[in-house]
Structures are given as C-alpha cells and as structure tokens.
C-alpha cells in the first residue's frame, strides 16, 4: 500500500533511487543534499509512505516505483474507516451499492468515491484521522481526485443499519436517494423493490433483469 509524496519527498526518493535502484544504502550516502533533521524528516515520510523500507537500523532500500504505484490503487479505505472507532454509515450512491448487495457497482480501480455520514462534532477528528491514514477525503462533494477517496457528509445525527455487516444509512433512505437520481439508479430501484418489497418508479423491465441478481 502506498500514499502520495510531498514535492521534497518525491526528489529525496529520486534520489535515492537513480542512486541505488533497490540496493540497500544508509542515509549518510545523501548527506550532502538535504541538511541532517530535513533528511531523518523526509526519511520517515518515504518510510510510512510505503517509498522505502527499513532493512535494519540505518539501512534502507527504495520499494520498486512499479510497486508503490499499483500500491497508490490498492483497495484500503473500507478497512481505515473500521479502524476510526468514530460513528459513520455508508451514504448516497455507497449506500446504494451496499443495499443492491453490490450488484450494481459504480466505482472503480481509478475512481472510487465512499460516501459516509459522520457527526458534525467529529468532523475534524475525522479529518486528523483521515489524514494519518494518508487517506484522500472531501466534505460534502468530491473534487478532483483518482483512485479510492472518503467524501464526509456531516449530519446532526445518525441513523444507522447493518447490510451484509456494512454500517449504511437505512434504506430508506437510500430508496429516497434513487429516486431523486433515478437515471444512474434505477436498477437500484428495481432490485429494492424485487429484494425487499419496497414499492419504487423502476420499469417493468428492469424489475425483471434485477430478479437475475436475487
């Protein structure tokens, strides 16, 4: 699993790796280019990062760039958001995938959005978590961004069920969400319907293909 490099990072890891490639190598060897505290700083970052690894004390080696990438798109966020001990549920078009039992899945490898409902109070305690998981997020609505990312949606208070031992906003909910969003969810629609009984705007065709997926 890797993260992002700062531009400093990312010239330290060049660096280090036109100089080595994966051969091991000590800090002392780039002494010269970065002064001893900004070194030990950069360091680390590459080292928590996932750029670098820990061969033994003092000693390094560059993780292939290669590796590191296909690292950046390794699917992580549904284990961090476990690990936050903080109350969420999974909202909007996650909550839809997660109540379609994940037949009907708009994310991929390279975009990748979760949609979660948090309390206003923790918002930046989400936020502090978020960043030291190196996890990219936004607050209401997304904003440029590749690969997997969090987008908050704060709320007073939350109402949360468990679908498949996902945390997701009840479905309800996420019934009222298809609607409004009918052009990209109406398959959604048609399997609620087929799945729970929930009466919808969903065609008669698609309430049949959606019985394929049941």
Known sequence: MGAPLTKLE???YSLLYLKFGKKEFGLDS??????KPMLKKLAFGLGEKGWVKKI???IYACVSPNRVIFGLFEPKVESILAKSKLSYCFSKA????IWSGESFVQRSWEYSPFFIKVLKKDLNKWASFLKSKN????VNAPSNAVGEFVVLVPVSSLKIDFF????VEPLNETVEFCEKNKDSFEY???YVQNKFGKKTTAS???LVKSREAL
């Open 10 to 12: 990312l010239q330290l």
């Open 30 to 35: 780039v002494r010269w280019y970065f002064s």
């Open 56 to 58: 033994r004390k003092g």
């Open 94 to 97: 996650t909550a839809a995938e």
């Open 135 to 138: 996890a990219n997020f936004f």
């Open 164 to 167: 498949n031992g996902k945390p």
């Open 188 to 190: 959604v629609l048609a």
């Open 204 to 206: 008669k065709e698609l």
